[in-house]
């Protein structure tokens, strides 16, 4: 049974930074693909970054790109980034995994993915 688990939310001034990780575990596939995606009440959830375990392979939304950096820590853990926070990246932010062959490098809609964390908040505001 895979297993997701978000970690690291909270509250910041715009402009300043978070990083959130992301462990994961059980996965039976030998490159699964980890992405984020952030859900605000009311609105679709939307995808952040993505990237392969083991192969690299990263793809990020252009909202965060240049801000928001995705990175492999293990085999087990990713984490995310954020820097020049601003107003609009206040969400729940949820990991997911995808653990099984993927069909694109570049996906990052929810449906893609399998398994779910349980989210985290990040709050951006003065």
């Known amino acids: 049974q895979v297993r997701v688990v978000e970690s690291g939310g909270g509250a910041v001034q715009p402009g300043g930074s978070l990083t959130l990780s992301c462990e994961i575990s059980?996965?039976?596939?030998?490159?699964?693909?980890i992405g984020w995606f952030r859900e605000v009440t009311g609105k679709e959830r939307e995808g952040v970054a993505r990237?392969?375990?083991?192969?690299?392979?990263i793809h990020y939304a252009d909202s965060v790109k240049g801000r928001f950096t995705i990175a492999r820590e293990n085999d087990n853990k990713v984490s995310l980034q954020m820097d020049s926070l601003k107003s609009e990246d206040t969400a729940v932010y949820y990991c997911a995994a995808r653990d099984r062959a993927g069909w694109s490098d570049s996906v990052l809609i929810p449906i893609y993915f399998d398994f779910w964390g349980q989210g985290t908040q990040v709050t951006v505001s003065t």
């Open positions: 990237l392969n375990i083991r192969g690299g392979r």
């Open positions: 059980g996965t039976t596939y030998h490159d699964p693909v």
